[in-house]
């Protein structure tokens, strides 16, 4: 029902007429209110028009409803949410599911509830809830139960961060949902309450955090010609210190010019790191290079050529690994729910933007790994492991 009700040109015309007489008794006049007379003519008019007004405001009050509105205005109301039209679908379906949405977020106890009281402790960044999701199981619901899967800050450019919560701070979380804990994780400090309903057994409600999944990356460029790969090829490396790199055969080429060299992910995040080399001295047999830095590690594996623009590639592929979140259950589940906005799953597509965005690069000629996009697993997420731009 619509808290408007549109009025008939009879009653409109009624009110219209009994308020006009009303005035001019008061002014000490008698209206002439019968039929067809000035003031009855008049009210008629006017009703006509204010009649096709109030049908329309009618139907506009029940647009800013999600189970009323239709066509256009009903997805207007799924923007908010995220939660889009699906192909074919029509307006009373998606009225039901929207309203669902709505309706799963209200009392106390719902998803947006847990997962705003997780949020509340200290100890997290963020919190994605899977309700009903028995715990010990990626697909089993029972009435009851809740999981609750944590997450630390994402990690940028610093590879010690990995969105992973540590034990103890999610024991906090469960302490302070417990009512044992402030959010600070003072124990029995102020603003001490328990959160788990008192009926709900202890194992029904479970806090964990993320399981990552690494992912490597390697994507082949064309750079533009204002940006070219300083050399060609690569070079496997033949012995290794924290300032200089070995490889077999005569490279003295290759002095004064910046390399890409694996020197672990989790010293630095994607493992290769730009850096220059200063001199290239052949001894007969192999070449070694002398750099710039001294690196956090000695580097392994396979040296190549660093584009200008690896800085920017590289930020741009971290944005778009921190911007995933945890997979969904294999019946959706997941709350907050799977968007645009907080996607799970590693898309080649979006691969390929991340590395257009970065100036110099021409064009994505090919994306050797992953070889396809990349769905984790319920509760996972899917992490940066070696990420390589090589020269097509």
């Known amino acids: 029902m619509s808290v408007l009700t549109a009025r008939d040109r009879e009653t409109i015309r009624a009110a219209l007429l009994a308020r006009l007489a009303a005035r ?11 039929e067809p007379g000035d003031a009855w003519q008049l009210t008629a008019a006017l009703a006509v028009l204010l009649a096709s007004l109030e049908t329309q405001a009618e139907g506009a009050v029940l647009q800013m409803l ?4 239709t066509g256009t205005l009903l997805d207007a109301h799924g923007e908010t949410p995220e939660v889009p039209r699906d192909a074919g679908e029509l307006d009373p379906d998606y009225q ?28 997290i960044t963020d919190c994605f809830v899977y309700p009903r999701l028995q715990p010990g199981t990626t697909n089993t619901f029972t009435l009851g139960c809740t999981i609750l899967v944590c997450r630390g800050p994402a990690p940028g450019d610093d590879p010690a961060i990995t969105f992973t919560v540590s034990a103890p701070d999610l024991a906090h979380v469960r302490a302070y949902l417990d009512g044992t804990e402030n959010a600070a994780g003072v124990v029995n400090g102020p603003g001490t309450e328990q959160w788990r309903p008192l009926a709900a ?24 010609v204002t940006h070219p790969f300083p050399w060609s090829g690569s070079y496997a490396i033949v012995a290794s210190t924290d300032t ?3 490889i077999a055969g005569d490279h003295e080429d290759l002095a004064g010019l910046p390399i890409l060299a694996n020197v672990g992910e989790t010293l630095y995040r994607g493992g290769y790191y730009a850096v220059q080399v200063t001199t290239a001295v052949f001894g007969g047999v192999n070449t070694v290079l ?18 200008p623009f690896w800085l920017a590639l590289r930020t741009a592929i971290f944005t778009l690994f921190d911007a995933l979140t945890p997979g ?3 019946t959706p589940s997941r709350w907050p729910p799977v968007t645009a906005s907080q996607p799970t799953v590693l898309r080649r597509a979006a691969l390929m933007r991340s590395a257009l965005s970065a100036p ?19 509760k996972a997420q899917i992490t940066l492991g070696t990420l390589l731009v090589t020269s097509a």
């Open 244 to 246: 200089t790199v070995t």
């Open 328 to 330: 969904d259950s294999t």
């Open 96 to 123: 039901a599911r929207l309203l669902d949405w709505w309706q799963l977020r209200l009392l106390d106890g719902s998803p947006t509830a847990w997962k705003a009281r997780a949020e509340e402790n200290d100890f």
């Open 201 to 224: 057994p202890l194992g029904n409600l479970l806090v964990e955090t993320i399981t990552s999944t690494k992912q490597t990356v390697e994507i082949q460029v064309e750079a533009a």
């Open 66 to 69: 999600p189970d009323r509105a």
């Open 360 to 378: 110099g690069v021409l064009r994505v000629t090919s994306i050797p790994l992953p070889a396809a996009n990349v769905t984790p697993t319920t």
């Open 24 to 34: 001019h008794q008061a002014a000490g006049v008698e209206l002439d209110t019968r």
């Open 290 to 307: 002398t750099l710039a830095e001294t690196l956090l590690a000695a580097p392994a594996g396979t040296i190549y050529p660093a584009p």
